[in-house]
């Protein structure tokens, strides 16, 4: 095997390709990236039994040939290298790679012992890849971290036709975002839980622009392993659908907010990062709804205390309530509208927070952010 590519052609497909390596398996092959040289390409491609990443790149391919390398090793060179042509060449147990005066050699595993990669399950449909970037970034704010749990460590993904909702919680918010594709069938109809951060590496790496396919395997008697597969151009990703009964979280959405609060969204999210600052970030920040400002309020007396107001625009009663601020911030910084509007049933429950483009118009529900409130002292 031997061929020649650009070093950012080289780097870029590493780079998507080493995300599905896991850093310390307990099989020491998936640790591998997997290089296939064929006619005027090379494939790049990695896979650990759940999650599968290929990249396909143009190349002067001088022979053919396939290898498997450590996806860290060849992931750190490919940063590290200067801006030349890279040339790689499989010289016996050993893979070259030669960039300028850059050299490098790596040594190889059994191809034998790797895994077959998983086929891209059957063409469901297409997103527009920038609206179903923003809807993954805004909704996996609120997917937990936390792997005691690891049903709220993934997406819940509804398909009803054109449209398809994304659900997260990590039991203190829950984030809901809809957004139109444009599906294989009308009918189409699906629900499944997808981990996080392939939707993460989804958005930030396939979400540049264009469209994007989205391919579903659907679990049967025979087939219990069910696929969710995305590519664009010369990229795809795969991953096994997680397990388990997400709860039902939709009914916590309340169907009416009588008590509602509208206010410049950037004023109110600089305010919470300088309020923020005097306390840690899951220590609440009280805020107050009340005579034509929102004011927060951070800190102790004995200790450090911070204070400031935004006006507010609002025809309901005085409320006071408070938050943790990072996830105050979070939510705030998942909007992209002017204006952000609470709305509450009363001061002991959740606020729904939404955007809205002018001060007195409707708030767009497209993404709702559910927040609970922190109880604290008078």
Known sequence: MKFKLSRDAFSDAVSWTSRAVQQRPTIPILSAVRLSAGEGEVEFSSFDYEVSARSRVEAQVIEPGEALVSGRLISEIAKALPNQDVVITLNGPQVDVECGRAKFGLGTMALEDYPELPVLPELAGTADAHALSQAITQVAIATSRDDTLPLLTGVRVEIDGDRITLLATDRYRLAQRELRWSPVSSSFNSQMLVKARVLQDVARNLGGGG??????????????????????????????????????????????????????????????????LVVERKTPVRLVFEDGFLTLDAGQKEAAQAQESVVLSTSAEPLRTAFNPGYLQDGLSALDTEFVRFGFTDANKAAVVMGQAEENGEADAMFKYLLMPVRFGA
């Open 211 to 276: 469209t994007i396919d989205i391919s579903i395997s659907q679990a049967s008697a025979t087939d219990r392993a069910s696929i969710i597969g995305f590519s664009t151009g010369d990229r795809q990703a795969t991953s096994s659908l997680m397990d388990g009964d997400y709860p039902p979280v939709r009914k916590l959405f309340p169907e009416v907010t009588p008590l509602e609060y509208v206010c410049n969204r950037v004023e109110l999210l600089e305010a919470v990062k300088r309020v923020g």
